[in-house]
């Protein structure tokens, strides 16, 4: 179920259902920011804001996290009507410093939040502005990790409940572990199909979950290689993020592993000895199938057609063999799924289009692990 809530920071937008998560949210928050705001921070007693004509303010609240090239704040969307606060939409804001690797991220989110403002996929972040600043900033952060910027950007995106790197300690059992790393696979598959570039920092710090408060046992329904799947909806929606280190050079299987590996290297100190054991084993099987099918390639060449196939190939391999939790959809489903329309894994052609600069110029390849 979609989920306003109240409470004393707000309303938080909450929902695996596309629909109602662009409907009830984006809809809402986008319309209010889609005029032209002044691009600069203001510094106040408390903080930083941004204030426009007293129709409504972007307050910075608390520092998520520090960054390669900037901070992330939990902030508030005030909304005034006759000098009077009527709603508050949490949200939040990126902060760093002005460039081309700024700029080449803000075009990227902007077009993969279309793609799930259309129903095609909800495995990315919704994008609700970008501003510029051309001003000197300072920006106090933790531990008086401070931040000098002589321009810089600032990036409004939707909130999360949390990292998946949070998530870790609330598994339970390999159940839990499979369906979150299921949507990782998901996440990283629907981002490579859709933009042809790699994201190049996949850790578990770069997908955020939105929590499903109520699920009723329902199902997302996915179109993958023109055969439907379902998946069990679980407890939370993943969703890939942060585009600042994407280029299309490079292995595309490390934005896979770099989260499991963190996972397998955690869950020795974390969990007892038996989940523990049964992750690296998962993940060793998981691993393994990868292996198998680059092997069955060695004499192909590195072309993104044969890349694109492989990695086709392997996710229809992960299913088959139950390594991820999709399942052949069938009419038995219909009344427990929320998407009527499948949400597409594998569009013909990337919609996501972005100018070749040097970063972005080299080859994908499929180097083993």
């Known amino acids: 179920m979609h989920e306003n809530k109240k409470n004393g920071s707000g309303i938080i937008c909450s929902s695996f259902n596309t629909k109602e998560r662009v409907g009830q949210c984006y809809n809402n928050i986008f319309t209010k920011l889609n005029i032209n705001i002044p691009g600069c921070l203001i510094q106040t007693e408390t903080g930083y804001e941004i204030n426009f004509n007293n129709l409504f303010k972007i307050q910075i609240n608390n520092e998520i996290s520090s960054g390669h090239f900037g901070n992330t704040y939990l902030s508030d969307l005030i909304i005034y009507q006759n000098n009077k606060n009527i709603s508050m939409n949490n949200i939040v804001i990126k902060i760093q410093e002005n460039s081309e690797l700024v700029k080449k991220e803000v075009m990227i989110a902007q077009q993969l939040s279309n793609i799930v403002v259309n129903n095609k996929n909800p495995h990315f972040m919704l994008f609700y502005k970008s501003l510029l600043c051309d001003k000197n900033i300072i920006l106090k952060g933790k531990k008086n990790n401070n ?20 998530l870790f300690t609330k598994i ?10 299921t ?4 996440s990283v598959y629907s981002f490579h199909k859709y933009t042809n570039l790699i994201h190049g920092d996949a850790h578990a710090d770069n997908f955020l979950y939105q929590e ?7 199902y997302m329904k996915y179109s993958l290689n023109n055969k439907l799947y379902i998946m069990p909806t679980a407890k939370y929606l993943i969703h890939i993020n942060d585009y600042g280190l994407v280029s299309s050079s490079g292995p595309i299987w490390g934005d896979y592993f770099t989260s499991l590996d963190v996972f397998e290297r955690k869950s020795k100190y974390i969990f007892k000895s038996p989940l523990s054991s049964k992750i690296i084993s998962y993940n060793n099987n998981l691993k393994s199938l990868f292996s198998k099918i680059l092997d069955s390639h060695d004499d192909d060449d590195d072309a993104d057609y044969n890349i694109n196939n492989i990695e086709t190939e392997i996710i229809q391999a992960l299913i088959n063999n139950n390594i991820i939790n999709l399942k052949p959809y069938n009419l038995q489903y219909n009344n427990f799924i929320h998407n009527r329309i499948p949400y597409i894994l594998d569009p013909i052609k990337p919609e996501v289009n972005i100018p070749k600069t040097d970063a972005l110029l080299y080859p994908r390849k499929f180097i083993k692990f």
């Open 172 to 181: 339970k059992n390999m159940n839990d572990y499979k369906d979150i790393i």
């Open 212 to 218: 499903i408060k109520e699920n009723n046992n329902k």
């Open 183 to 186: 949507q990782i696979i998901l």
């Open 147 to 166: 931040r000098d910027f002589n321009t810089y950007s600032t990036i409004i995106i939707e909130k999360a409940d949390g990292t998946v790197y949070d």
